[in-house]
Protein backbone atom coordinates (compact mmCIF):
# COMPACT_ATOMS: atom_id res chain seq x y z
CA UNK A 1 0.00 0.00 0.00
CA UNK A 2 1.25 3.55 -0.59
CA UNK A 3 2.17 5.17 2.83
CA UNK A 4 0.48 8.36 3.86
CA UNK A 5 3.14 11.14 4.08
CA UNK A 6 1.15 12.86 7.10
CA UNK A 7 0.69 10.29 9.48
CA UNK A 8 1.97 10.54 13.08
CA UNK A 9 5.16 7.85 13.75
CA UNK A 10 5.38 5.83 16.72
CA UNK A 11 8.01 8.10 18.49
CA UNK A 12 6.97 11.28 16.96
CA UNK A 13 9.81 11.59 14.32
CA UNK A 14 10.65 9.01 11.62
CA UNK A 15 14.69 9.44 12.40
CA UNK A 16 13.58 8.17 15.84
CA UNK A 17 11.73 4.90 14.47
CA UNK A 18 14.70 2.59 14.83
CA UNK A 19 15.03 3.37 18.55
CA UNK A 20 11.45 2.99 19.33
CA UNK A 21 11.43 0.07 21.70
CA UNK A 22 14.22 1.45 23.36
CA UNK A 23 13.16 5.17 23.82
CA UNK A 24 9.52 4.03 25.18
CA UNK A 25 10.45 0.99 27.42
CA UNK A 26 10.97 2.89 30.48
CA UNK A 27 7.42 4.38 30.44
CA UNK A 28 5.43 1.75 28.50
CA UNK A 29 7.02 -1.99 29.20
CA UNK A 30 4.04 -2.14 32.06
CA UNK A 31 1.66 -1.43 29.68
CA UNK A 32 2.71 -3.43 27.55
CA UNK A 33 2.91 -6.35 29.98
CA UNK A 34 -0.58 -5.83 30.97
CA UNK A 35 -2.14 -5.63 27.34
CA UNK A 36 0.05 -9.08 26.59
CA UNK A 37 -1.53 -10.65 29.90
CA UNK A 38 -5.01 -9.63 29.02
CA UNK A 39 -4.95 -11.09 25.49
CA UNK A 40 -3.43 -14.25 27.19
CA UNK A 41 -6.67 -14.67 29.57
CA UNK A 42 -9.34 -13.66 27.74
CA UNK A 43 -8.46 -15.46 23.94
CA UNK A 44 -9.95 -18.28 23.18
CA UNK A 45 -7.67 -21.73 23.02
CA UNK A 46 -6.28 -21.75 18.85
CA UNK A 47 -7.80 -17.92 18.47
CA UNK A 48 -7.21 -15.07 15.60
CA UNK A 49 -5.60 -11.96 17.08
CA UNK A 50 -5.08 -8.67 15.63
CA UNK A 51 -3.36 -6.06 16.84
CA UNK A 52 -3.70 -3.19 15.40
CA UNK A 53 -0.82 -0.17 14.89
CA UNK A 54 1.37 -3.27 16.17
CA UNK A 55 4.98 -1.37 16.18
CA UNK A 56 8.16 -3.43 16.61
CA UNK A 57 5.39 -6.34 17.39
CA UNK A 58 6.57 -5.71 21.08
CA UNK A 59 2.75 -6.87 22.65
CA UNK A 60 2.22 -9.53 19.80
CA UNK A 61 5.84 -11.15 21.05
CA UNK A 62 5.33 -11.10 24.82
CA UNK A 63 1.62 -12.76 23.78
CA UNK A 64 3.27 -15.39 21.70
CA UNK A 65 6.06 -16.35 24.46
CA UNK A 66 2.68 -17.48 26.51
CA UNK A 67 0.76 -18.67 23.95
CA UNK A 68 1.61 -20.97 21.06
CA UNK A 69 -1.95 -22.04 20.07
CA UNK A 70 -3.38 -18.55 19.13
CA UNK A 71 -2.55 -16.97 15.68
CA UNK A 72 -1.56 -13.95 15.36
CA UNK A 73 -1.35 -10.40 13.45
CA UNK A 74 -0.58 -7.28 13.64
CA UNK A 75 -0.91 -3.89 11.24
CA UNK A 76 1.16 -0.97 10.88
CA UNK A 77 0.73 2.32 8.49
CA UNK A 78 4.73 2.29 9.15
CA UNK A 79 6.88 0.18 6.85
CA UNK A 80 9.38 0.52 8.67
CA UNK A 81 7.64 -0.17 11.41
CA UNK A 82 6.18 -3.69 10.09
CA UNK A 83 10.02 -4.61 8.76
CA UNK A 84 11.30 -4.20 12.59
CA UNK A 85 8.36 -6.48 13.77
CA UNK A 86 9.03 -8.71 10.82
CA UNK A 87 12.86 -9.31 11.63
CA UNK A 88 12.30 -8.54 15.90
CA UNK A 89 9.53 -12.30 15.27
CA UNK A 90 11.23 -13.81 12.44
CA UNK A 91 10.91 -17.44 14.44
CA UNK A 92 7.83 -16.79 16.32
CA UNK A 93 4.93 -17.30 13.50
CA UNK A 94 3.91 -13.83 14.01
CA UNK A 95 2.53 -12.64 10.56
CA UNK A 96 3.30 -8.64 9.95
CA UNK A 97 1.30 -6.17 7.09
CA UNK A 98 1.36 -2.80 6.34
CA UNK A 99 -1.78 -1.29 6.37
CA UNK A 100 -4.09 1.78 7.95
CA UNK A 101 -6.10 1.31 11.14
CA UNK A 102 -9.21 1.90 8.70
CA UNK A 103 -8.48 -0.39 5.98
CA UNK A 104 -7.73 -4.05 7.54
CA UNK A 105 -6.88 -7.09 4.83
CA UNK A 106 -8.79 -8.95 7.27
CA UNK A 107 -11.90 -10.83 6.31
CA UNK A 108 -15.27 -10.57 7.74
CA UNK A 109 -16.04 -11.79 10.84
CA UNK A 110 -13.06 -13.85 11.30
CA UNK A 111 -11.25 -12.54 14.38
CA UNK A 112 -11.15 -13.80 17.51
CA UNK A 113 -9.94 -10.78 19.42
CA UNK A 114 -8.85 -7.46 18.07
CA UNK A 115 -6.45 -5.20 20.42
CA UNK A 116 -4.73 -1.99 19.96
CA UNK A 117 -1.85 -0.58 22.30
CA UNK A 118 -0.92 3.41 22.62
CA UNK A 119 -1.84 3.98 18.89
CA UNK A 120 -5.43 5.46 18.71
CA UNK A 121 -4.33 8.88 20.20
CA UNK A 122 -2.00 9.46 17.37
CA UNK A 123 -4.82 8.79 15.01
CA UNK A 124 -6.94 12.02 13.11
CA UNK A 125 -10.84 11.83 14.42
CA UNK A 126 -12.27 10.35 11.33
CA UNK A 127 -9.74 7.67 11.16
CA UNK A 128 -10.35 6.74 14.66
CA UNK A 129 -14.07 6.69 13.81
CA UNK A 130 -12.93 4.37 10.35
CA UNK A 131 -10.65 2.13 12.24
CA UNK A 132 -13.68 1.22 15.56
CA UNK A 133 -16.15 0.31 12.33
CA UNK A 134 -13.51 -1.82 11.02
CA UNK A 135 -12.70 -4.17 13.82
CA UNK A 136 -16.57 -4.37 14.08
CA UNK A 137 -16.94 -5.60 11.18
CA UNK A 138 -13.86 -8.28 11.55
CA UNK A 139 -14.66 -9.41 14.69
CA UNK A 140 -16.97 -12.58 15.38
CA UNK A 141 -20.08 -11.71 16.81
CA UNK A 142 -19.68 -11.56 20.57
CA UNK A 143 -15.78 -11.00 20.43
CA UNK A 144 -14.29 -7.94 21.95
CA UNK A 145 -11.64 -5.43 20.59
CA UNK A 146 -9.04 -4.54 24.00
CA UNK A 147 -8.21 -0.78 23.00
CA UNK A 148 -5.66 1.12 25.93
CA UNK A 149 -4.80 4.24 25.62
CA UNK A 150 -4.99 7.98 26.77
CA UNK A 151 -8.62 8.01 27.96
CA UNK A 152 -10.92 9.42 30.36
CA UNK A 153 -9.80 8.53 33.79
CA UNK A 154 -12.32 7.44 36.84
CA UNK A 155 -10.26 7.51 39.12
CA UNK A 156 -11.05 9.74 42.33
CA UNK A 157 -8.98 10.72 45.43
CA UNK A 158 -8.46 13.65 47.63
CA UNK A 159 -7.91 17.26 46.97
CA UNK A 160 -4.01 16.92 46.49
CA UNK A 161 -4.24 14.08 43.87
CA UNK A 162 -7.36 16.17 42.19
CA UNK A 163 -4.72 19.24 42.37
CA UNK A 164 -1.88 16.79 40.48
CA UNK A 165 -4.18 15.67 38.18
CA UNK A 166 -5.45 18.98 37.08
CA UNK A 167 -1.56 20.28 36.80
CA UNK A 168 -0.42 16.90 35.27
CA UNK A 169 -3.63 17.12 32.94
CA UNK A 170 -2.66 20.86 31.90
CA UNK A 171 1.51 19.71 31.41
CA UNK A 172 -0.17 16.46 29.17
CA UNK A 173 -2.15 18.73 26.87
CA UNK A 174 0.54 21.17 26.40
CA UNK A 175 3.09 18.66 25.25
CA UNK A 176 0.54 16.23 23.43
CA UNK A 177 -2.30 18.29 22.31
CA UNK A 178 -4.05 15.13 20.95
CA UNK A 179 -4.69 13.51 23.95
CA UNK A 180 -7.06 16.00 25.01
CA UNK A 181 -10.26 14.65 23.35
CA UNK A 182 -9.26 11.31 24.34
CA UNK A 183 -9.29 12.23 28.35
CA UNK A 184 -12.03 14.46 27.49
CA UNK A 185 -14.47 10.83 27.16
CA UNK A 186 -13.81 10.67 23.13
CA UNK A 187 -13.17 7.23 23.16
CA UNK A 188 -16.36 5.74 25.07
CA UNK A 189 -18.46 8.64 22.32
CA UNK A 190 -17.05 6.74 19.54
CA UNK A 191 -17.67 3.04 20.93
CA UNK A 192 -21.18 4.29 21.67
CA UNK A 193 -21.97 5.46 17.76
CA UNK A 194 -21.45 1.87 17.12
CA UNK A 195 -23.78 0.87 19.51
CA UNK A 196 -20.64 -0.71 21.42
CA UNK A 197 -20.57 -1.14 24.99
CA UNK A 198 -17.43 -0.12 26.29
CA UNK A 199 -16.32 -0.60 30.35
CA UNK A 200 -12.63 0.21 31.77
CA UNK A 201 -10.65 -2.85 32.45
CA UNK A 202 -7.97 -1.27 34.62
CA UNK A 203 -6.33 2.25 34.73
CA UNK A 204 -2.89 3.15 34.37
CA UNK A 205 -1.64 5.85 36.11
CA UNK A 206 -4.35 8.83 36.13
CA UNK A 207 -4.59 9.09 32.14
CA UNK A 208 -4.04 5.47 30.84
CA UNK A 209 -6.37 3.05 30.71
CA UNK A 210 -7.21 -0.21 29.19
CA UNK A 211 -11.27 -0.60 27.50
CA UNK A 212 -13.29 -3.49 26.54
CA UNK A 213 -15.23 -2.73 23.78
CA UNK A 214 -18.25 -5.16 22.98
CA UNK A 215 -20.42 -4.37 19.70
CA UNK A 216 -24.17 -5.87 19.53
CA UNK A 217 -25.24 -8.55 18.07
CA UNK A 218 -26.67 -8.88 14.96
CA UNK A 219 -29.37 -11.13 14.79
CA UNK A 220 -30.40 -12.38 11.04
CA UNK A 221 -33.65 -13.52 9.98
CA UNK A 222 -33.48 -16.85 9.00
Not at 12 to 23: A, D, G, R, V
Not at 80 to 96: G, T
Not at 130 to 158: M, T
Not at 180 to 202: H, N, R, S, V
Amino acid sequence: METPKDFMPGAHYHFLTPLYEMITRPLLRNIWERSAREVVQRAPEHGKIVDIGCGPGTVLRLIRMQRQDLSLQGFDIDPRMVEMARRKSADLNIAFEQASADQLPVADGSVDLAMSTMVFHHLPLEVKRRAIEEVKRILKPGSEFLLCDFSRSQQRGGMFFELTKRLRFALLTTLEPEVKPQLEGQLFDLAEEQGATIGTLWPKGMFISMHSIRFPLILKNL
